[in-house]
């Protein structure tokens, strides 16, 4: 089944992993701007990574049929560094016409402090300014429920932001429900340490509904499977749920979502 993974950060993967994300049906991946795991020294590396996203990752993905998108942003963690973060988000406009570009991202919070919520406001001025879409990290376990709460109190506090042009990930069973209603996309990440199975995904999309909810495997450097999705798929099957449900989950969801942005091109 044709499928979109709209969180994956292919920096870190190998081409050997685009090969057999085409060989599963991947057609299409969206990739956040995300930490590297060290913090980097200047708003010089992040330009550097900017091009990576734009120049030379869709490069890479075309080679086996897949359409490379991405998201640009400091992320939270880095965000703690206040005056780097000011400098990249005022070269982030050089890269917001780049063909590949779906808007500012993933923002959001790490450790819930006052400097991470304070490039969080910065980056969604960011957003409204140049009319992008955005795309939102929460943080991990026990950190999730204070700082998703937080996020969203900011979000609905911006009345000039389209709540449907946002897209809030790796929610859980405890954090979805204030994102669905109150108007946003949701995104299920399936990861093998922390966040969520695909068991605990189907769960949920039986529990909420498929409507403005998707999946992904934010497979990254560290322990994670970037074919997380057909996992899902396969597991959905399993319970017997139509065609029809599985491709709007994997496909049809996350092609509307990201149809709001002009890049977005495929299907
Ligand atoms: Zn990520």
């Known amino acids: ?53 734009t120049e030379f990752e869709p490069k890479r993905a075309a080679q086996y049929g897949i359409a490379h998108y991405t998201w640009l942003c400091i ?31 993933e923002i959001g919070l790490n450790k819930n402090t006052r400097n991470e919520a304070t490039i969080f406001l910065e980056h969604l001025d960011l957003a409204v ?23 969203l109190d900011m979000l609905i506090g911006d009345s000039r ?15 979805i429900e204030h994102v669905l209603e109150n108007g946003f ?13 695909p068991q605990r995904a189907a769960d949920m999309i039986e529990r909420f509904g498929p409507e403005r909810l998707m999946a992904n495997s934010a497979g990254d450097w560290g322990p994670s499977k970037p074919t997380a999705i057909p996992d899902l798929i396969m597991e959905l099957k399993k319970r017997g749920h139509s065609k029809e449900l599985i491709r709007k989950i994997v496909f049809e969801n996350p092609k509307q979502f990201f149809s709001q942005s002009k890049p977005f091109v495929h299907g």
């Open 161 to 175: 932001l389209d709540r449907s042009r946002v897209l809030v990930d790796h929610v859980e069973e405890h954090t």
């Open 75 to 105: 992320n939270a963690k880095e965000a703690e560094n206040i005056t780097l973060s000011r400098e990249v988000i005022a070269m982030i406009p050089e890269f917001l016409g780049a063909k590949n570009v779906l808007g500012i991202g």
């Open 129 to 151: 300014q140049y009319n992008q879409q955005i795309l939102i990290h929460t943080p991990h376990l026990e950190d999730k429920y204070q700082g998703t709460r937080m996020i």
């Open 185 to 197: 996309w949701a995104g299920m990440t399936l990861y093998p340490v922390s966040k969520c199975t």
């Open 1 to 53: 089944m044709d499928y979109i993974d709209p969180h994956l950060h292919m920096v870190s993967r190998t081409t050997d992993d685009y090969e057999t994300l085409a060989r599963m049906g991947c057609v299409a991946i969206s990739e956040p701007a995300f930490w590297a795991g060290f913090d980097r020294g200047s708003v010089e590396s992040f330009r550097d990574y900017f091009r990576q996203l």
